[in-house]
């Protein structure tokens, strides 16, 4: 895979609060990259650093091998950027809206026409052509700024907030979007504190807190990488004294940091062990007699790694 | 991994690159923003109304003229026609400095704010267009309404040739004026609405901005005169803060300048329009201000078409005798400037106002380029910086 944006020690200062500090980042081509932080983490500024509208304090920001800082032009031809909160022209239709862009972007008139109807077709918006604007639903307004940011063909895509506002349908058409958009060939960053929506599609995250990338990788590395220790859930087919005494016996293994006894009946054990303990364990278990029903890996997911990994002191706001 | 397909784009560079990308982002913003304002009827019903109440006007204005000379005793009825010319150009062309001068502004103030309040300025600054297209896009499509208004009132000015006393070079001077105007004032207007976040201020500035430059210098220009009187020797003081008048700010009223090219219909010197002209800005310092005894009003127009007077109106040098004809017009001597295109002379005030205006719209612009251009600021546009250390500071890399 080859590198598509790369970010060297970027820091923004804004009059004395430090926005991002020194971030390190490196997006392969294709990916859809995921920036996950609170609110106010720095995801925004360092989108928006990307997409040529912020000068860094320093470090150094490049995409397709150029820098944004001394190529702005140039950057801004390959980049599509969609912001947090963007607005909408008013008196204007769709197809104005698109076509705006397009000249914007030099399209010669034959070529703007067919691009117009083919991103409209591609983000569902063709029967809206004549229509206003302003009279889209916020789900619409999202994806025709999605168009607008595609109409030069852009190689990186950088999204901040996509799914902000949206209903959940209208998330999961985003999301079919963004794949669609993977399949086409486009590198796609996007930021988002709502980590569900992040973890079903993308390929690699950085997780961001307080200007900082705390860590950064394929999703399944990360979880690897900073796993401490897992969470396993057993349940049993007994009851009372029966069970705490199962669980008591499973306390005693030297793999299981803790052992407790859910109200549902299940006992839910820390685990410091890997994937081979964790086999040796249920085979001792069902050897020593106990009747199990059950016997999993609780699912870490996204949500609980970025938890474990901010311990921030603030509540993240997820979905 | 797909290939990417090459963007559509048209390719960067050439030798004239760069100029066709601006006149493209130009265009785009121009197509753009008159799709919006002339969609549907409303600025044609703007117009109409607009001319119909300029044409009320002129035709009020003529009644009055009508009624004076019906007055036996208010001059010879073979004048009474340039008069009513003069007055209705007068009448006219000042109604439509006024329009220009607070139309032409408050269709600009709000052009880069609102983008900012609607938050399309940075979908805008993020497409290769450049700042300096997206500063002429938008001050070209705001004005190109106000100069639709100046231009419809041209069949409505030719009026006054059916009364004479006003020539062709009159309206076309009266014309450079408005139209210099509407620029100068409509970049003052993008300044204010690029340096500024908010429409509202942005608006009330360049209302106050053009206040200070209508009545704001004129007032300056009289207290100055009436601080910096005549000594008992007969010498002009210095003013308030021991300078001299500052003559130059009389350059920038757009009415003053509108009023020297009304002077330039009048066929003596000391009419009403060289009057004050002269008596706010003397083209010559410490000139004599020759009052003919009329006073005021219309000085005996000459019949039209009025030829460019050889002789300059205004602006006598001291000392500098008066040659006159037996008839008491002032006949050519040696101090007459040469001619210059549309009967400017190097002494009137008009001209320094289109070139005041010229200039200073230049500056307007590329000010406000840099202030819409998101990260190559000019340092002294910057907020100033931080000042105190962020506590956690970490260790950068050099800048």
């Known amino acids: ?319 | 991994m797909a290939e990417i397909t090459a963007a559509p784009v048209l390719p960067p560079n050439p030798r004239f690159g760069a100029v066709l990308r601006a006149i493209g982002g130009i265009a785009a913003i121009g197509v753009k923003e008159l799709r919006g304002r002339m969609r549907g009827r409303r600025a044609f019903i703007i117009l109409t109304i607009y001319l119909l109440l300029l044409g009320g006007f002129a035709l009020m204005v003529e009644q009055i003229m009508e009624q004076q000379f019906q007055n036996p005793f208010a001059g010879a009825s073979a004048t009474a026609g340039p008069a009513i010319g003069q007055a209705i150009f007068a009448a006219v062309l000042l109604l439509m400095t006024l329009q220009v001068v607070f139309l032409a502004p408050s269709s600009t103030a709000g052009a880069i704010s609102l983008e900012r309040e609607k938050q399309t300025l940075e979908l805008l600054v993020t497409t290769p267009i450049s700042s300096f297209a997206i500063v002429i896009g938008k001050l070209l499509s705001a004005l190109v309404y106000v100069f639709l208004l100046i231009a419809a009132s041209v069949p409505l000015m030719a009026v006054v040739f059916v009364f004479g006393g006003v020539g062709p070079e009159d309206i076309v001077r009266g014309y450079i004026v408005l139209i210099v105007t509407a620029l100068g004032l409509g970049s003052f207007g993008l300044l204010c609405s690029s340096l500024v976040k908010r429409t509202t201020a942005s608006t009330a500035i360049t209302i106050f901005g053009v206040l200070a430059i209508t009545i704001g210098t004129v007032f300056l220009l009289v207290f100055w005169q009436a601080m910096g009187s005549f000594d008992a020797t007969g010498n002009r003081r210095p003013g308030p803060l021991g300078i001299r008048t500052p003559y130059p700010l009389a350059w920038i009223n757009p009415f003053l300048a509108q009023a020297d090219v009304l002077c330039g219909t009048e066929s003596t010197f000391g009419g009403g329009w060289c009057s004050v002209v002269q008596g706010l800005a003397p083209t010559a310092d410490n000139g004599v201000i020759i009052n003919n005894g009329g006073g005021g009003g219309v000085a005996v127009p000459a019949p039209m078409p009025m030829p460019v007077p050889a002789v300059p109106e205004k602006g006598f040098a001291p000392g500098v005798a008066v040659a006159i004809d037996d008839q008491g017009n002032p006949v050519a001597n040696d101090v007459a400037a040469p001619d210059q295109p549309f009967g400017a002379r190097q002494d009137t005030l008009w001209p320094k106002t289109v070139a005041m205006w010229l200039g200073m719209s230049v500056f307007f612009i590329l000010l406000s380029v840099q202030a819409v251009s998101p990260t190559r600021r000019w340092r002294f546009l910057r907020r100033p910086r931080r000042r105190g250390k962020s506590p956690e500071s970490p260790e950068s890399p050099a800048p």
């Not at chain 1, 650093?49 to 397709?64: D, F, H, R, V």
């Not at chain 1, 006992?267 to 278990?285: H, P, V």
Request: aromatic letters at 4%; one cysteine or more.
């Open chain 1, 1 to 319: 895979m080859t590198e598509i944006v790369r970010t060297e020690g970027l820091v923004k200062r804004y009059d004395g609060t430090l926005a991002v500090a020194g971030v390190d980042l490196t997006v392969d081509a294709g990916e859809i990259f995921g920036l996950v932080g609170p609110n106010g983490a720095g995801k925004t500024t360092t989108l928006r650093i990307l997409a040529t509208l912020l000068a860094p304090s320093a470090g150094t920001a490049e995409i397709a091998g150029m820098s944004v800082t001394r190529n702005p032009d140039q950057v801004r031809r390959v980049i599509g950027f969609m912001p947090d909160s963007f607005g909408v022209y008013d008196d204007m239709k769709v197809w104005e809206y698109l076509d705006f862009f397009a000249r914007c972007y030099g399209i010669a008139p034959a070529a703007r026409r067919r691009v117009i109807t083919d991103l409209l077709e591609l983000v569902d918006l063709a029967p809206k052509r004549h229509e206003y604007v302003q009279t889209l639903s916020r789900g619409m307004q999202q994806r025709l700024c999605l168009a607008h940011s595609l109409v030069h063909d852009p190689q990186v895509l950088l999204l901040d907030e996509p799914a902000s506002g949206l209903d959940p349908r209208a998330r999961v058409e985003l999301r079919e979007l963004l794949r669609e958009l993977r399949a086409m060939g486009k590198t796609i960053l996007i930021s988002s504190h709502i980590l569900p929506e992040l973890e079903e599609l993308c390929t690699s995250v950085a997780i961001i807190d307080r200007g900082q990338v705390l860590a950064q990788g394929r999703v399944a590395e990360i979880e690897k990488r900073l796993r401490f220790g897992a969470v396993l859930r057993v349940k049993l087919l007994l009851e009372g004294e029966a069970l705490e005494a199962a669980r008591d016996r499973l306390a005693g293994d030297d793999d299981v940091a803790s052992a407790v006894l859910l109200d549902d009946g299940t006992i839910e054990l820390g685990f410091r062990g890997d994937d081979e303990a964790t086999a040796r364990l249920l085979k001792e278990t069902v050897a020593a007699g106990l009747p199990v029903v059950s016997f999993s890996r609780a699912a870490s997911d996204l949500e609980e790694l970025f938890l474990q990994v901010t311990a921030a002191d603030e509540p993240v706001a997820a979905a």
